[in-house]
């Protein structure tokens, strides 16, 4: 959590400060980089895939486009789809959903870049992938990969794209979505909550702050179908924290600041239900991704694991005290 992270605004005065002097900039400025296009993501509806309803299970987004000549060297744009089997691991091949050409893209009426919307449904993805819901399992997941061609021939997707555009801000470029294929859920409450930090072995600071233990109040909190955060009760403050309680006793947290949520009203790091599978949403306010490791329900007990790619991690028991036992959740 403690690592220095720059904004972009701070990068931009950096590069005019270096732009002084004649010593080589520490960084590669944009002509150093390979130029390509991307996609923006100016709105989506958000739209949810449910393993018990597929035909209702569709989503919409809308993009414009960048690059060197404002766009005008992107030849097109294709969506392929793929289908993650959580049960077996296994990945399938991917099938092409979406392929237009630049002909078809239409204006954005503020910034005047070529723009386009897109529309798929799990009716679709299924059809393009040749199964039926038969196939699959609640809690696997459809990824959507998007794939920038541009008029020479090359083309840019999510594993050739640099994560301060694909995603990052400032940029907001958009070449991934994943749908995990939900069923009803509602794991809302308020609970007691006793939280230890575990070593992941990464040779931080947090690894001197294993066997540290808080206990609280916590709340999780539903913000989408299937996706919660979670709100954590410490010395009578209370905060968006998806450490689910670890962060207090290793860092000493009292502000939101501290929190992998920097800002609870705009949530980047979340956690889905999908048919009982819980697995992590999105990255925390210093790009962390984290993930589950543990997760044993145990009557009025949950088991928590968790552990990031910073190698922070911890392991919280949440216990219900309205006398009804957790669902069958695993990891």
Same mark, same amino acid.
């Given at each position: 959590?403690?690592?220095?992270?720059?904004?972009?605004?701070? =990068?931009?005065?950096?590069?005019?400060a %270096?732009?002084?002097?004649?010593?080589?900039?520490?960084?590669?400025? &944009?002509?150093e980089?390979?130029?390509?296009?991307?996609?923006?993501?100016?709105?989506?509806d958000?739209?949810?895939? %449910?393993f018990?309803d597929?035909?209702?299970?569709?989503?919409? &987004?809308?993009?414009?486009?960048?690059s060197?000549?404002?766009?005008?060297?992107?030849? @097109?744009h294709?969506?392929?789809?793929?289908?993650? #089997?959580?049960?077996?691991?296994?990945?399938?091949?991917?099938?092409?959903?979406?392929?237009?050409?630049? *002909?078809s893209?239409?204006?954005?009426?503020k *910034?005047?870049?070529?723009?386009?919307? %897109?529309?798929?449904?799990?009716n679709?993805?299924?059809?393009?992938?040749?199964?039926?819901?038969?196939?699959?399992? $609640?809690?696997d997941?459809?990824? %959507?990969?998007?794939?920038?061609?541009?008029?020479?021939?090359?083309?840019f997707?999510?594993?050739?794209?640099?994560?301060?555009?694909?995603?990052?801000a400032?940029?907001? $470029?958009?070449?991934?979505?994943?749908?995990? +294929?939900?069923?009803?859920?509602?794991?809302?409450? =308020? /609970?007691?909550?006793?939280?230890t930090?575990t070593?992941?072995g990464?040779?931080?600071g947090?690894? @001197?702050?294993? @066997?540290?233990?808080?206990?609280?109040?916590?709340?999780? =909190?539903?913000?989408?179908?299937?996706?919660?955060?979670?709100?954590?009760? #410490?010395?009578?403050?209370?905060?968006?924290?998806?450490?689910?309680? #670890?962060?207090?006793?290793? /860092?000493?947290?009292?502000?939101?600041? $501290?929190?992998?949520?920097?800002?609870?009203?705009?949530?980047?790091l979340?956690?889905?239900?999908?048919?009982?599978? +819980? *697995?992590?949403?999105?990255?925390?306010?210093?790009?962390?991704?984290?993930?589950? #490791?543990?997760?044993?329900?145990? $009557?009025?007990?949950?088991?928590?694991?968790?552990?990031?790619?910073?190698?922070?991690?911890?392991?919280?028991v949440i216990?219900?005290?309205d006398?009804?036992?957790?669902?069958?959740?695993?990891?």
């Amino acid at each position: 959590m403690q690592k220095l992270k720059y904004s972009l605004l701070s =990068v931009l005065m950096m590069m005019l400060a %270096f732009s002084c002097a004649d010593e080589p900039l520490p960084f590669d400025t &944009f002509d150093e980089y390979a130029k390509g296009g991307f996609s923006r993501l100016l709105s989506t509806d958000g739209g949810t895939f %449910f393993f018990t309803d597929p035909d209702n299970s569709a989503f919409t &987004f809308d993009v414009e486009y960048y690059s060197e000549n404002n766009g005008g060297d992107i030849a @097109g744009h294709e969506w392929s789809v793929r289908h993650r #089997n959580n049960v077996t691991g296994d990945i399938s091949d991917p099938a092409v959903l979406a392929n237009i050409s630049s *002909s078809s893209f239409g204006t954005d009426p503020k *910034s005047g870049l070529p723009s386009a919307s %897109f529309a798929f449904s799990m009716n679709d993805a299924m059809a393009a992938l040749g199964k039926t819901i038969d196939d699959f399992n $609640g809690g696997d997941d459809l990824i %959507f990969d998007g794939f920038i061609i541009m008029t020479d021939g090359r083309r840019f997707g999510p594993d050739n794209t640099g994560g301060s555009v694909n995603g990052g801000a400032g940029f907001d $470029g958009i070449f991934r979505f994943i749908k995990p +294929l939900l069923c009803n859920s509602d794991l809302t409450g =308020v /609970y007691t909550a006793v939280a230890t930090n575990t070593s992941q072995g990464a040779g931080i600071g947090w690894d @001197g702050c294993a @066997g540290l233990t808080w206990e609280g109040s916590l709340e999780i =909190v539903q913000v989408g179908d299937g996706e919660y955060t979670v709100l954590t009760t #410490n010395e009578g403050a209370t905060f968006d924290d998806m450490s689910f309680g #670890n962060f207090y006793p290793c /860092y000493g947290v009292d502000s939101q600041g $501290g929190m992998p949520n920097n800002n609870p009203d705009m949530l980047t790091l979340t956690f889905i239900d999908a048919c009982n599978q +819980l *697995s992590f949403r999105g990255s925390s306010q210093w790009g962390e991704v984290y993930s589950f #490791n543990e997760v044993i329900a145990d $009557g009025a007990n949950l088991t928590l694991g968790w552990t990031n790619d910073y190698g922070e991690g911890g392991s919280t028991v949440i216990t219900r005290t309205d006398g009804t036992s957790w669902p069958a959740l695993k990891g």
